[in-house]
């Protein structure tokens, strides 16, 4: 989809966290660029909204055609 993921660590406190600790692959806190994550300042680039929700329809309907 034209976008560049990077790994990182996810809060301490995560879904995402919890299931890799029990060996099971996960996707968390993807999505746009965002600064100022809870502040008072908190926004997000709104333009990117159309990629990332494409990413996830992707990766659902794949999840929905799996075995």
Known sequence: MG????AKTAGPSN?????????IPATAGFG???EG??????????A???QV????Q?????LLQAD
Not at 3 to 6: D, M, R, T, W, Y
Not at 58 to 62: E, H, I, P, T
């Open 15 to 23: 879904i995402g966290n919890l299931l890799a600790g029990e060996g």
């Open 58 to 62: 992707r990766a659902l309907l794949g």
């Open 32 to 34: 746009v660029p965002y």
């Open 3 to 6: 976008l560049a993921a990077k």
């Open 37 to 46: 994550l809870h502040g008072i300042d908190e926004r997000a680039r709104l």
């Open 48 to 50: 990117e909204f159309p």
């Open 53 to 56: 929700y494409a990413v996830y």
